[in-house]
């Protein structure tokens, strides 16, 4: 724990909507690898920025080249790896910028608790379980992680060797077996009206 910090306080979130004219959030992509997460969340930054709306996607792997590349794949990484999204995200919605997370984020607990950093904050935290069946995605397999980790080459591969806990009650549901890319980047952003996040 971090000792003798103060927080310095600065324009109050309020203070910074009406200066940016725009409102933060936090829509958060959860799903098997091969679900079509970050994929969506190309398509939904692309949608989001040619309507004028400041928009961030912060993407799994990408992530782990930089500020997430001392960890793993174990339970212990995985938590500390979205627990740190968690902080980041929440920083660009306190920013008035859409954060759009794509990650695995295979455990319920650590979802919910980056729901509850937001609501402490204030702040929109919009789940989105991009949904497709295990064959599916095996099918798929883009990078070649489910083979491998069938072969015994990837230890703690989620879906196959290591859990996937998914959303209970997540604010959208997306099945990408049955609905386009583009049909679940609009629903999202439909999502986004509805509710006066955009």
Not at 113 to 138: I, W, Y
Request: with cysteine; hydrophobic share 35%.
């Amino acid at each position: 724990m971090s000792t003798n910090i103060t927080w310095h306080p600065n324009l109050t979130y309020e203070e910074r909507s009406g200066l940016r004219k725009q409102n933060g959030a936090t829509v958060w992509l959860t799903g098997l690898s091969a679900s079509g997460k970050s994929t969506i969340a190309c398509a939904l930054e692309q949608l989001l920025l040619s309507e004028n709306v400041a928009a961030y996607r912060l993407d799994g792997d990408n992530i782990r080249f930089g500020l997430n590349k001392d960890l793993g794949f174990s339970e212990k990484d995985r938590n500390e790896n979205i627990r740190r999204i968690s902080e980041v995200s929440k920083l660009f919605a306190d920013s008035c910028t859409i954060s759009i997370t794509s990650f695995i984020s295979p455990y319920r607990v650590d979802r919910d608790r980056a729901r509850v950093l937001h609501k402490d904050s204030g702040l929109k935290f919009v789940e989105v379980f991009v949904d497709v069946p295990l064959d599916v995605a095996e099918q798929r397999d883009p990078k070649g992680l489910y083979k491998k980790a069938r072969e015994g080459i990837i230890k703690d591969f989620t879906g196959v060797s290591a859990p996937y806990e998914a959303p209970d009650a997540p604010e959208l549901h997306l099945r990408t077996d049955k609905q386009t890319v583009e049909e679940c980047a609009q629903q999202i952003y439909l999502y986004l009206k509805k509710e006066s996040i955009i």
